[in-house]
């Protein structure tokens, strides 16, 4: 039996210095490039202290990755949660504790921010205590320390108490058994295929092996290691980058080299109809964990107004927008990108994207548009022009693509589906003439005052 190295999830509430601490571990500037400063998909990384290997995983903070923080907790050996000492004890804080618990793993307490002035150790110790965390000189057991992310204070210890607790584990492999592991992530690269990021929990896996989860099979024709160098084969405790498999398998499932006894595949419930009067969603995603966490997202913050019809890996593309207009849905991407000629056809379709890199801005999105589409709205216009504006008043031109529009009738600015303003109709006209209204499809001049400027591409949206 070989000693392996030791798997760390670190777990804690948004903003509170994970990807920080870990970019001061591994001497990187990470966090400046994440997205809104969160970590969007569960990543793994390789390191050394005092001569030992150490794996961390970098779970994600944001309350919509629950599941994935739960999964980081579950691949670990050890977790350390983090705590900002400026901040305390908050709902993820507890969250990412009974993910610990709940994994039944050892771990370890990393109170930060101590360079802060607003930093108050004893009170967040305080917290802790009352959220069920005893540790020691507090009557418990639970190792804690002291540190600073940005500056490094308290950090060497701290790795030494990791190193401490792996030892108390005692954690060995044996390198003649077959590879076993951890799905981590998946996704779809255009150039090299599905993109698979594991964990080997058990014996080695090697380059040309085949790979079974419950869903998909695989063979690990590349492996790369955390720094992106090609390997001939990952030992128990590490992390790798596979490429080989055709489908995507699911984030979360275990797989193993050992081809398993022929059995029922699961098949997967198919998705009930929506009722006709809730708006219909397809969800893109960048990778399968936070494709899962945008389902799970939607669904908890959609209020039921929001139905999933189809959901996949990959960024958007038009056929992701003739699909939207045939199922009568809209798009809703995270972390993806939209290829130009999907955003020019759903401009020219009407079909709504939602779409941001964070999944907080997203959120904002969706109950922004929630907000507009649980109001009836009796008619919708889209600006194609605009020929000047004087003394709050406004020329503007554009097309009747939903319902009616009144002369004189008050109206919402929506931009990107977001409400920018508001304003009325002071002229209507069509054909150069004055009307009364105008329907769906017809072309149409107007005077307007707004509190903001109305620009090419907005949408006037009038309410009853």
Known sequence: MNVRPPIIAVLGHIDHGKTTLLDYIRKTNTASREKGGITQAVGAYEIEHNGKQLTFIDTPGHEAFSVMRGRGASAADIAILIVAADDGVKPQTKEALEHIKGAGIPYIVAINKIDLGAA????????LLQAGVYMEGMGGDVPYHPISAKTGEGVNELLNLVILASEMEELTYDPEKHGRGIILT???DPRRGVT???????????????????????????????????????NAGLPALVFGFKELPKAGEMWNTEKPPAE????????????EEITKAILKANEAGSLEALEEFVKKNAEGKIAIVKSDVGDIHESDIKHAEGMGAIVIGFGTKIDKGAKNLAEGRHITILSAPVIYELGDKIEEYIGVMAKEITGDLLIKATF??????????GEVVKGTVKNQQSFIIVQDENKIGSGRILNLQSKREDVAEAVEGQEVGILAEADIDIKVGSRLVFEK
């Open 120 to 127: 108050d150790v004893e009170k967040t110790k305080q917290e």
């Open 186 to 188: 998946s996704s779809r």
């Open 264 to 275: 029922t595949q699961p098949v997967q419930a198919p998705r009930e109809a929506p009722d």
């Open 388 to 397: 000047g504006k004087k003394d709050g008043q406004q020329v503007v031109g």
């Open 196 to 234: 698979v990021g594991v964990i080997v929990k058990e014996g080695v896996l090697h380059k040309g092996d085949d790979i079974f989860t419950q869903t998909v099979f695989g063979k690990a024709k590349i492996l790369q290691n955390s720094e992106g160098n090609m390997i001939e084969e990952v």
